[in-house]
């Protein structure tokens, strides 16, 4: 199994930024890529960003582009993500998940099968 673990949620003024951390342990052999996704109160989960542990890759949904940024760091095994020019509709709570092959959607939260606890994300307007 590989377990995931976010931190670096808050609450964060409009425009303002916030770094989020994914540290991965167990299996993590077994994790070819990690993804971000977020969950507002009564909406579905959504891609928010996603890379790949060997690769320079990275992927966003159009709504952050611009704003924030994936990356990691292979040696300590963790993901980040630096969001920037924050807005209240990146209020939710953030996930962290991996995802074990290279051929799924990487949008699809179906696609990844381990996941962390997530951590709030709240933006005061």
């Known amino acids: 199994q590989v377990q995931l673990v976010e931190s670096g949620g808050g609450l964060v003024q409009f425009g303002g930024s916030l770094r989020l951390s994914c540290a991965a342990s167990?299996?993590?052999?077994?994790?070819?890529?990690m993804g971000w996704f977020r969950q507002a109160p009564g909406l579905e989960r959504e891609f928010v960003a996603a890379?790949?542990?060997?690769?320079?890759?990275?992927y966003y949904t159009d709504s952050v582009k611009g704003r924030f940024t994936i990356s990691r760091d292979n040696a300590k095994n963790t993901v980040y993500l630096q969001m920037n020019s924050l807005k209240p509709e990146d209020t939710a709570v953030y996930f962290c998940?991996?995802?074990?092959?290279?051929?799924?959607?990487?949008?699809?939260?179906?696609?990844?099968?381990?996941w962390g606890q997530g951590t709030q994300v709240t933006v005061s307007s």
């Open positions: 167990g299996r993590t052999f077994s994790s070819y890529a």
């Open positions: 998940a991996s995802r074990p092959n290279s051929y799924s959607d990487y949008r699809r939260p179906q696609n990844y099968n381990y």
């Open positions: 890379c790949i542990w060997r690769s320079d890759s990275t």
